[in-house]
Structure formats: structure tokens, C-alpha cells
């Protein structure tokens, strides 16, 4: 089955720096890659997500990248504020968007 | 639309009690998702309804864990008899097609 990992596992920036978070994926049979962000005590909301036959897309101050070739696609959030700090996850399904894997994990600090 | 509802948002019971988790999925999605979160083992998917019937039921633990769907604005969760070592937090989420999943804020349970 399909194996995300994530890293890094916790990670922190100064207010209007860049913050970028990376997954790799094990079946490339995978096609859909959504983004998720977790704010304590809620459940994870997407932020963003990327299908396969793209390789870049951006909303506003977030983006995403795919390498399909390399299996990896990252998150990349521009002039951070605080309230960006969360947990992000990032998540890989194939082309039925029902069996979505998880990544482990990345808590983002974004320090005033 | 008020998004996914979960029920109870936060449940403490003993060991060998039953608890039984609840979910309002969004109207219209004909998807239905249970996921456990946990330190140590992240997101989990426990199993997915379509149109109210159990598709993949692969991820439930256990024999102990049971869900059910009797209609498509309801579903639940029972684990009998509980064990400490299923605290954790309960998603449900719910999607429409081939869309994103959408969570809701999660049942936190401790079993003690």
C-alpha cells in the first residue's frame, strides 16, 4: 500500500519568512496530493491540494509543487504570519481519492 | 452548511464500557470516512462507507470496533469493550464524487 513520509516533523520560522515542508510517496499509482492544516483541538482543513497532471499550483501565499518522476511534492507558505503556526499534513490517494495516506506530520512555529 | 458534525466532542470512560461515537456527515456527500489520530501512529483511516454501505473496512483494529450507517445523514462508531489503548481522537469526514474530504472537529477519547 502507499507510504507518506513527511518531514520535518516540527519546524519554525521567523514571522515573514518562508516555510517549506516536503513528502515523498511510495505508489505511483497516486494522483491526488492534498494539504492539510490542523489547529489544536480541530480537525484538519484543507489548504490546498494538487492532482497529478499539474505540477505547480498557488493560492495566494501557499503553494505546492509535485515531482511525480521523484515521487515528492512540497508546501511552501510565503511571508508567514503567526497564525499560520499549526500542524500541516500532507496526504497521497489514488485515483478514487479513497484510500488518502497521511503523512506524519510537520508542526509549524511562526515566532512574532 | 454547517460542516461535519461529531458528537460527543470529548468522552472519559472506563475499560470494558462500550462508547459509541457519532457523525453528521455534510448534506449531499455520499461519502463517509472514520480516522483515528494518535502520537504514535498519525491519521488512520478505519473504514469508509459509499451511499451508506461499508466499502473498506480494513483499518478497524479490531472485532471490538464496529460502524454502522443507517441512513445518509448518520453514522456511528461503537467500540466494545473499550481499552485504554484506544484513546485517541475519532474524525469523521465526508465528500461528494471525487472531491476533497471534508473532517470534522473530532470526538476526543479517553478510556481509562
Known amino acids: 500500500g502507499e507510504n507518506v513520509e513527511q518531514h520535518p516533523s516540527t519546524l519554525s520560522v521567523q514571522e515573514g519568512d518562508s516555510a517549506v515542508i516536503k513528502c515523498t510517496y511510495s505508489?505511483?499509482?497516486?494522483?491526488?496530493f492534498p494539504w492539510y492544516k490542523q489547529e489544536l483541538g480541530k480537525g484538519p482543513q484543507l489548504i490546498i491540494d494538487i492532482r497529478s497532471n499539474v505540477g505547480e499550483k498557488k493560492d495566494q501565499r501557499i503553494a505546492v509543487t509535485l515531482n511525480k518522476t521523484a515521487k515528492h511534492f512540497s508546501l511552501h507558505i510565503t511571508e508567514t504570519q503567526p497564525e499560520d503556526s499549526a500542524v500541516y499534513f500532507c496526504?497521497?490517494?489514488?485515483?478514487?481519492?479513497?484510500?488518502?495516506?497521511f503523512g506524519a506530520g510537520t508542526r509549524l512555529t511562526v515566532k512574532p | 452548511d454547517a460542516g461535519v458534525i461529531q458528537s460527543p466532542r470529548h468522552e472519559v470512560t472506563e475499560m470494558g464500557q462500550e462508547v459509541t461515537l457519532r457523525c453528521k456527515p455534510i448534506?449531499?456527500?455520499?461519502?463517509l470516512f472514520w480516522y483515528r489520530q494518535t502520537m504514535m501512529r498519525g491519521l488512520e483511516l478505519l473504514i469508509y462507507f459509499n451511499n451508506n454501505v461499508p466499502i473498506d473496512d480494513s483499518g478497524m483494529p479490531e472485532d471490538r470496533f464496529s460502524a454502522k450507517m443507517p441512513n445518509a445523514s448518520f453514522s456511528t462508531l461503537k467500540i466494545q469493550p473499550s481499552e485504554p489503548r484506544d484513546s485517541a481522537v475519532y474524525f469523521c469526514?465526508?465528500?461528494?464524487?471525487?472531491?476533497?474530504?471534508?473532517f470534522g472537529p473530532g470526538t476526543r477519547l479517553l478510556v481509562l
Open positions: 505508489d505511483s499509482a497516486s494522483n491526488y
Open positions: 448534506s449531499g456527500h455520499d461519502y
Open positions: 496526504a497521497a490517494a489514488g485515483w478514487n481519492n479513497n484510500d488518502m495516506r
Open positions: 469526514a465526508s465528500r461528494t464524487g471525487k472531491e476533497t474530504q471534508y
